[in-house]
């Protein structure tokens, strides 16, 4: 039986609607990987589609909590970012890296600042600028489409997305990490999106796509890089990671659809979860 691996989810905890803290800890685990959990920030809702949500700055405790897990001895297999409330919190993870991490840690950066073209709000240029210093110490990053731009200074284009525009935004990523990049929200059809991943090292890649669904579904980012990070950690390959990744977020986004639920609610993903804890158990079995 192989080693229990185990991970640090750095994420903001929303109380209602799936995202974040929420997701990454049952998906995580569903992966077979153990989840331990550094908030970021407290709010009562994620800030898609709800007004007047509270919000409660986690800073102070960022790095006292990373001490006490280093005096405690525990050590971790990958340390997995997403929403930092601010720059300044970027910068306080880079330390907090350097307190947790070994020679065996992984890091894995979703650099959450955007989507659909445009900042979420209360970003700007300052946020891109400590993600870009974070993503430079990562070995596994998940931009979606609007985030890879933003890193790249390249210009936002809404799909379908030709191969030579991916393949430059994988380019001009690549000299910011020179590991694992995975660009999520890839249309390479009308019709269909899904995620392009690219080892620097080795020249790999791979792309898995989905028909799509109108609309927006939140929280769907959070899935995917929470399953994949924890699939590599595990040593899955970089196709199946990406494919068995995708393939728990095509069927929650499924069963939102056939429910009609609202979509500030989150995707259901709760059901999808004995369907994606099969298939990992196939892709390990191999």
């Known amino acids: 039986m192989e080693d229990l691996k185990r991970i640090a989810a750095v994420h903001d905890i929303s109380g209602f609607g799936k995202c974040s803290l929420t997701v990454a800890l049952p998906v995580i685990s569903a992966s077979g990987v153990e989840c331990s959990c550094l908030p970021t920030a407290l709010l009562s809702t994620h800030t898609g589609g709800f007004e007047g949500y509270t919000f409660k700055d986690l800073s102070d405790e960022m790095l006292p909590i990373a001490k006490h897990w280093k005096k405690e001895n525990v050590t971790f297999d990958g340390i997995y970012s997403g929403y930092l409330a601010s720059a300044g919190q970027a910068e306080m993870l880079e330390e907090i890296i350097g307190i947790l991490s070994t020679e065996k840690t992984k890091i894995i950066v979703d650099p959450v600042m955007a989507d659909n073209g445009k900042y979420y709000s209360h970003f700007g240029d300052e946020m891109c600028r400590a993600f870009r210093r974070l993503c430079g110490k990562a070995h596994i990053i998940t931009p979606n489409i609007t985030e890879a731009s933003l890193l790249t200074d390249m210009p936002y284009k809404e799909g379908p997305h030709d191969r030579e525009y991916i393949e430059q935004l994988a380019k001009r990523l690549s000299g910011i990490c020179g590991g694992i990049i995975a660009i999520t929200g890839v249309s390479p059809e009308k ?39 924890a699939l590599m950690i595990r040593g899955a390959k970089l196709a199946d990671a990406a494919e068995t990744a995708i393939s728990l977020v095509s069927e929650s986004i499924d069963r939102t659809s056939a429910r009609g639920t609202p979509r500030r609610n989150g995707v259901d993903f709760e059901g999808a979860l004995p369907y994606y804890i099969q298939k990992v158990s196939e892709l390990f079995s191999k």
């Open 191 to 229: 019709n269909s999106v899904g995620v392009y991943a690219f080892n620097t090292r080795t020249g790999e890649e791979c792309l898995s796509v989905r028909p799509v669904r109108e609309g927006i579904f939140h929280g769907t980012g959070d899935i995917f890089a929470s399953a994949f990070a």
